[in-house]
């Protein structure tokens, strides 16, 4: 007879890896405790995906954990094309719009551990060994079932499950999506190992060569990765798992240049699909990362998009468990983040396709067009600052907006109307605390899981433009404390606009600030915890501001 017991808990996330450790640390940063499974027995100990881009390092940040992943890891800062032993092109990624112009090396083994540790300071630990099976749910909440360590079952109730259980997700299947896609026909060798070669330790490379091409992926010390495309290569591959051996031979028959290539770590053959969802949650189930999106891994973009996923989620989540806003905000995850999957799954697709080309009049046009167009400065900045995902945005979602009179603004701010639109990420900036006189970075304001309201004086404001961010202030103060708190950003020394209703003030010595959001006049910009623009207005008006709230949250002012 199976022991069954059963149990509560806020949300169930199924999956411990990068991305459901990620929503269960944010859950928990946010105030929610959830439980977390995963039927493995152990954290895996390889490397699988060790790309980590600059808008997922600015996310770490917020969280207060990026310098531990920085002392893990190896900094990249460009990549290296070369056909047949020449060099192509290559790509520097200091284009990239962040203060982390480079991609981060890092196994994902090692990304595993430092978010469980984040985790675990929040008191919370993966239950291991422990698997879904089937789930029910109603407008009330899901029942899932659970297989335990022990054999026995656990019924447990939560008001959300999110499926965080990767490319085979058993929340997937059980909630029956289609995962429209297809597999590539090649086949692919991975090889982590020890490689002594001229090319730099700072720089990825592809090779491309008519057998197939390799990239090159470099970690921590000689270790590195050579992942070899093997297009003439049938189901005979699935025979057996490869060796150091047939490593070497196919670096020798692609003319690959080395000294050593020894001491293997993982060596083995694997196939690449591309398939997404058509939705991301159905009722009170929601799935994350692979179990919504599988890509080619071109770009290094999965393990990111799946961490994105989550840290767009989770807040949302929070504030409904909290009763702080209808449950109708969680609509917005599916706006936001399929959309984004389906333009990273197209975008990884014609990469590989590009890569691939073998037929000899395509691949002399590619080899011709592709040195020429990516040395052109803009070329290399949009192609840099979309793998690193700092391009990505949520305008035109349910839960952002704006409001600014065109024909007002066309008069003494034409720039206003396309300058840091509501969904758009914010960057960092210098900024002066007008209290301490000390230097400070607006990501270090944006830093916790509340709203920040940003009050833009402008560049010469009057009473009526001072008293109207005063009283908006004042309103956020009195009836939204502890969801979202007001900064006032000037461009004057000195603190003149001293109140007790801003929590700080802060000083735009150089105009730089007011200049990229387009704030000349007194303006706000209301930030999400996650670093986009909820809400922007134009002149600054707390009935227009007032309006927005009530659509989020279930406050009244």
């Known amino acids: 007879m199976v022991n069954s017991r059963s149990s509560n808990t806020d949300v169930l996330v199924v999956g411990a890896g990068p991305v459901g450790l990620m929503m269960a640390g944010e859950l928990a940063r946010h105030g929610i405790k959830p439980r977390i499974i995963d039927k493995a027995p152990a954290p895996s100990d390889k490397s699988k995906a060790f790309g980590i881009h600059a808008r ?225 949650n159905i009722g009170r ?65 014609r990469a590989t396709r590009m890569i691939a080309i073998h037929n000899p009049v395509l691949k002399a046009i590619r080899n011709k067009l592709f040195p020429l167009v990516t040395r052109l400065g803009k070329v290399q900045e949009k192609m840099t600052n979309t793998i690193a995902q700092v391009e990505f945005h949520y305008k035109g979602s349910p839960i952002v907006s704006e409001k600014w009179n065109p024909d007002r603004i066309a008069r003494w701010n034409k720039d206003f109307s396309h300058l840091m639109e509501a969904g758009e990420r914010v960057g960092d900036y210098k900024i002066l605390s007008a209290e301490k006189r000390a230097e400070a970075n607006l990501y270090d304001l944006l830093k916790g899981t509340t709203h920040k309201l940003l009050l833009f004086t402008g560049e010469k404001p009057g009473t009526q433009e001072l008293d109207e961010l005063t009283t908006i202030s004042k309103n956020i103060v009195s009836n939204y404390l502890g969801l979202i708190d007001p900064h006032l950003v000037t461009v004057k020394n000195g603190n003149p606009y001293d109140s007790p209703y801003f929590v700080s003030i802060y000083i735009d010595k150089d105009f730089k600030m007011h200049r990229d959001f387009g704030a000349v006049k007194a303006s706000l910009y209301l930030i999400r915890p996650d670093g986009y623009i909820a809400f922007r207005n134009q002149p600054a008006k707390n009935d227009d501001l007032i309006q927005y709230l009530s659509k989020i949250f279930l406050i009244r002012a």
């Open 285 to 349: 189930v929601f799935i994350a990362g692979d179990a919504a999106h599988i890509h080619s891994p071109v770009g290094g973009q999965g393990m990111n998009t799946g961490i994105q996923d989550a840290y767009n989620l989770a807040w949302k989540m929070a504030l409904v468990l909290k009763r702080k806003s209808p449950e109708s905000i969680l609509d917005s995850y599916n706006y936001e983040r399929h959309r984004i999957g389906e333009e990273v799954v197209g975008r990884t697709d």
């Open 56 to 280: 997922t390092m600015e996310i770490f940040e917020n969280l207060g954990i990026v310098e531990r992943f920085l002392k893990e890891g190896n900094i990249c800062n460009g990549l290296n094309f070369y056909d047949e032993g020449k060099e192509l092109t290559e790509i520097d990624l200091s284009h990239i719009e962040s203060k982390y112009p480079f991609v981060l090396i890092l196994a994902q083994s090692i990304t595993e551990r430092l978010l469980a540790e984040h985790l675990y300071s929040f008191g919370i630990e993966v239950e291991r060994e422990t698997e879904l099976i089937e789930f029910e749910q109603s407008n009330q909440g899901v029942r899932a079932k659970v297989k335990l360590k022990d054999g026995g079952e656990e019924l447990i109730n939560c008001a959300y499950l999110v499926g965080c259980d990767g490319a085979h997700s058993t929340t997937r299947h059980l909630l029956n999506l289609d995962f429209k896609g297809d597999p590539y026909p090649n086949y692919w060798l991975l090889a982590d190992c020890d490689i002594k070669w001229r090319y730099p330790k700072q720089r990825l490379a592809f090779f491309i060569h008519p057998k197939g091409s390799i990239a090159y992926f470099p970690f921590v010390g000689n270790r590195g990765r050579l992942i070899f495309e093997l297009p003439h290569v049938g189901e005979d591959v699935e025979q057996g798992e490869p060796t150091i051996e047939d490593v070497k031979r196919l670096a020798d028959e692609r003319g690959l240049e080395y000294e050593s290539i020894d001491n293997p770590v993982w060596v083995t053959y694997f196939k690449i699909h591309h398939r997404i969802v058509n939705r991301y």
